[in-house]
C-alpha cells in the first residue's frame, strides 16, 4: 500500500509541475522536473518504492504532453543517464519500462519531420 501511495503522489505532482511549468511558459529544464525525476530515483533505489516508479512517472509526462515538450524533456535526460542506468541495472523491468517510453514516442513522430529528435530516441 506504501509503495502505491507514494508512486501515485509522484504522480500527481509531476503533473502538477508539468501543468505550472506551461501555464508560467517555463522551459521544461529550468521547472522542478528534473528534480522530482531525480528525487524518484533516489527514493527508489532506498527500497520506499517500486524501481519501476521514475520511469512510470515519464511514461506519463511523455504520454500527456505535446510532441514539442516531449522533444525538451528528452533533452533533460540525456542529462540523468547515470540515474535511468541505475535504474535500469537493478531492475530488468525498468529496461522495458523505457523501452515502452522510446516506443511510445517513436510512434507520435513523423520520420521525414522529426528526424533528428528521432535518431535522440534511437539512441
Do not use: H
Request: aromatic content about 10%; overall charge neutral; glycine content about 4%.
Amino acid at each position: 500500500y506504501f509503495y502505491y501511495s507514494t508512486e501515485l503522489a509522484f504522480q500527481i505532482v509531476g503533473k502538477e509541475i508539468r501543468e505550472e511549468s506551461i501555464a508560467k511558459g517555463i522551459e521544461i529544464a529550468d521547472s522542478q522536473f528534473p528534480s522530482l525525476f531525480r528525487t524518484a530515483c533516489n527514493i527508489a533505489q532506498n527500497g520506499y518504492c517500486r524501481m519501476i516508479m521514475p520511469l512510470m512517472l515519464l511514461d506519463n509526462f511523455f504520454e500527456s504532453s505535446s510532441l514539442a515538450l516531449c522533444e525538451k524533456m528528452w533533452n533533460v535526460l540525456i542529462t540523468m543517464q547515470d540515474e535511468i542506468q541505475q535504474l535500469i541495472s537493478k531492475n530488468s523491468n525498468a529496461g522495458f519500462a523505457l523501452l515502452n517510453i522510446v516506443n511510445s514516442l517513436l510512434r507520435r513522430t513523423s520520420k521525414m519531420k522529426d528526424g533528428a529528435f528521432r535518431g535522440s530516441v534511437m539512441m
